[in-house]
């Protein structure tokens, strides 16, 4: 079971993303898969969910109305597109899944994660 998160890089602030979180060894549409990010210094922080069926998600305060979770089943792969990036959005970006039902959107629920991949915000 592996999750693979890619899409990072250097970009200006107001800069836009998309990251991807691509699942090998099993199907991620049975999965909530969720966003962190942890910033230097800084606690990993929920950033955005998903559920398995798309219905439902959740987004952090910080980020509502500038990022977009979203998910494609049939590529097996879940997306975070980033909009008007800002220098405080700069951290290592990670998506993680469950082994079973969540709550909300706080790590501590999430069991398998991927690498992280590194999103810097220039001002």
């Known amino acids: 079971v592996q999750l693979q998160a890619s899409g990072g890089g250097l970009v200006q602030s107001g800069g836009s993303l998309r990251l991807s979180c691509a699942a090998s060894g099993f199907t991620l549409d049975q999965f909530t898969i969720g966003w962190f990010r942890q910033a230097p210094g800084k606690e990993r922080e929920g950033v955005s969910c998903i559920s398995s069926s798309g219905g439902s998600t959740y987004y952090v305060d910080s980020v509502k109305g500038r990022f977009t979770i979203s998910r494609d089943n049939a590529k097996n792969t879940v997306y975070l597109q980033m909009n008007s990036l800002k220098p405080e959005d700069t951290a290592v970006y990670y998506c993680?899944?469950?082994?079973?039902?969540?709550?909300?959107?706080?790590?501590?629920?999430?069991?398998?994660w991927g690498q992280g991949t590194l999103v810097t915000v220039s001002s």
């Open positions: 993680a899944a469950p082994i079973g039902a969540t709550m909300g959107c706080e790590s501590y629920e999430f069991d398998y």
